[in-house]
């Protein structure tokens, strides 16, 4: 391999510090543009140098190249299966960005690739070829189509899969507004981190992975992975929830996880929650990012009662009196309503788009956190997939503003990730007919083709 002046020669990497360079166009290091390099492994395929960046890797199909580092990072795990490498545990993430607040969000913005046209053209041609009525398979067709988009490949495949469990506590609960007490948040994810909670059982027969991760539980969980902020968040009632720091600190989590899940090879991931007050915390934040009246946007939770509910409604209005968020503004609305999982959950959906790796929204609480994610970095909603429509009364109007659409109407409202796991069966049978079905020209059958005309 041709070695050059410039090679090893940045002092800004966080990586190597000897690196001393005054021409960021000579910033050209395998260390910081190669994922094996930066983990201390090589994957021994050629290359060639140039001022900006390194090129023509023959064992990588992702071009080297400033403008998409943390692209890059997160797609080692493609790499290290091409050269023979296995990784089963997530690894640490090393933390990149020196930006805080919205500077990073600008930027994170920024890095988030558009869609890849010629491979969604390349995906919907193939579904065409397939010896079936054109678009037969209906959104499910849709769905693979944006995911070749997303991947920058038609050669799709969700073989390995994640579901991220974001657990917090929400100083909400004091007003009364839930069912059960915040003792309960602790033993669903004790459960969860024993693979027992339902979300785990789904998981299981839908052959996906469940981790749990602990974003500001008052009570810590052995087995529950730690990216805790705080130990839960203020009563909102009675002033923010939790400071603009403590929010960015939150995303910064999420999004740090989501990279530590594709790092590990994971190729789909669900997103779920585990946090009582939820509800809550997600019926403010939607009435005020999409300007919808508390009473509208606002459901029974868990299962509340007459008197429960209006409660409920009655303490997020007095929260919303309090705190004056500004509805522009969704990290303002997310620090004085949200809740330590909300943005967690909105982090995750940034760092899967960031990853290019699809992420599929659960319920209300990860829909709230979807709208909160699309108004924060909204090139993000790139990598989001809806699986159902929650029972909740804003769920509807989250995905429309989303522009995307469920495809399970099941009236669910178990949350922890249930109803977005639903979806990956579908997938799966959706992906049979996609990588083995019958081709028209196999069958001799002429193709169809548009006729014209609109769908009834």
Not at 90 to 116: K, Q
Not at 189 to 202: D, G
Not at 217 to 223: A, D, F, S
Not at 392 to 397: D, I, L, M, R
Request: with cysteine; hydrophobic share 45%; charged share 20%.
């Amino acid at each position: 391999m041709e070695n050059n002046a410039s090679f090893f020669q940045n002092r800004a990497c966080p990586y190597f510090p000897c690196h001393a360079v005054e021409d960021p166009d000579s910033f050209n290091c395998l260390f910081c543009y190669c994922p094996l390099y930066m983990l201390g492994e090589r994957c021994g395929g050629n290359f060639r140098y140039t001022k900006k960046g390194i090129k023509d890797c023959t064992l990588c199909t992702v071009p080297h190249r400033t403008d998409a580092a943390s692209y890059i990072r997160g797609r080692f795990s493609e790499i290290a299966e091409r050269a023979g490498l296995k990784r089963s545990v997530l690894p640490e993430v090393p933390e990149t960005e020196a930006e805080t607040g919205r500077a990073l969000f600008a930027r994170w913005n920024a890095e988030i690739l558009p869609s890849d046209t010629e491979a969604m053209n390349r995906a919907r041609a193939h579904w065409d070829g397939i010896a079936k009525p054109l678009h037969g398979l209906g959104k499910l067709e849709d769905i693979v189509v944006k995911i070749a988009g997303l991947t920058g490949s038609e050669q799709v495949s969700i073989n390995k899969r994640a579901v991220a469990v974001l657990c917090a506590d929400n100083g909400i609960v004091e007003e009364g507004v839930t069912q059960t007490d915040a003792s309960v948040t602790v033993t669903m994810a004790e459960r969860i981190s024993q693979l027992k909670s339902s979300v785990c059982l789904m998981a299981k027969t839908a052959h996906a992975d469940v981790f749990a991760a602990d974003l500001g539980m008052l009570h810590r969980v052995e087995g529950v992975r730690d990216l805790h902020v705080a130990d839960g968040t203020a009563n909102m009632t009675k002033g923010p929830a939790m400071s603009e720091e403590q929010a960015i600190q939150a995303i910064r989590n999420g999004v740090r996880l989501a990279r530590e899940i594709h790092a590990a090879g994971y190729k789909i991931l669900v997103t779920g929650e585990m946090g009582i007050g939820n509800t809550s915390t997600s019926s403010a934040l939607v009435s005020v990012l999409l300007g919808l009246p508390i009473d509208l946007v606002t459901g029974r939770g868990a299962g509340l009662s007459d008197e429960g509910l209006q409660r409920k409604r009655d303490a997020l209005k007095r929260a919303i009196d309090q705190n004056k968020p500004n509805p522009e503004d969704a990290l303002d609305v997310l620090a004085k309503l949200g809740g330590f999982d909300l943005a967690g959950m909105a982090g995750l959906f940034i760092g899967a788009a960031l990853c290019r790796m699809p992420v599929v929204i659960d319920g209300f609480p990860s829909s709230a956190a979807a709208l909160a994610a699309a108004r924060i970095v909204p090139n993000c909603v790139s990598a989001m997939i809806a699986s159902h429509c929650s029972a909740e009364p804003a769920a509807k109007a989250i995905l429309k503003e989303l522009g995307l659409e469920a495809l399970v109407f099941a009236d669910m409202k178990l949350g922890e990730g249930t109803g977005a796991v639903c979806l990956l069966p579908m997938l799966d049978l959706a992906l049979a007919v996609y990588n083995s079905a019958t081709s028209f020209a196999e069958t001799g059958i002429a193709q169809y083709v548009p006729l014209g005309g609109q769908e009834s």
